[in-house]
């Protein structure tokens, strides 16, 4: 059985959770930085950890809809860059759905991102937009 207080803070994520998916979608396209890929790429690994446990406090508090880094064509330079490890595919950018109130919002949440304020993302690039409703999505049920 769970005690109370856990069942409480449940109770409440769910809650939260329920009223997030009330709000508008929104999309973030944020290209990193092309002048000098490996070394964007070496910005971006160095502070990797510090960007996902970020995205998994968003993804709690229902934030964060959906998340990944993108990969650039085949021919681009960092398929064969040799500081790439072995282990991990190419990178060149992001694409995030959120769930906020507004475009400023989002705007506010990327400019706290290690990936932004690491110029890991090319700040003049980035793409933030608001996905149309569906029939139904978003009234009370």
Not at 3 to 15: F, H, I, V, Y
Not at 61 to 83: I, Y
Request: proline share 9%; hydrophobic share 30%; with cysteine.
């Amino acid at each position: 059985m769970i005690p109370t207080l856990s069942r409480l803070k449940l109770a409440t994520r769910a809650m939260t959770m329920t009223n997030k998916k009330q709000l508008p979608l929104f999309y973030a396209i944020c290209p990193d930085y092309d002048t000098n890929p490996s070394e964007t790429l070496q910005r971006r690994l160095k502070v990797r950890p510090e960007h996902w446990r970020r995205a998994e406090e968003d993804k709690k508090e229902g934030v964060l809809e959906f998340g990944r880094g993108t990969v650039p064509p085949p021919s681009h330079p960092l398929h064969s860059d040799p500081n790439l490890p072995s282990n991990l595919q190419a990178m060149n950018g992001s694409i995030m759905f959120f769930r906020f109130k507004s475009t400023s919002e989002v705007w506010n949440r990327l400019k706290e991102d290690v990936y932004y304020t690491g110029d890991v993302w090319d700040k003049d690039k980035i793409q933030v937009g608001e996905f149309i409703k569906l029939p139904g999505e978003g009234e009370e049920a």
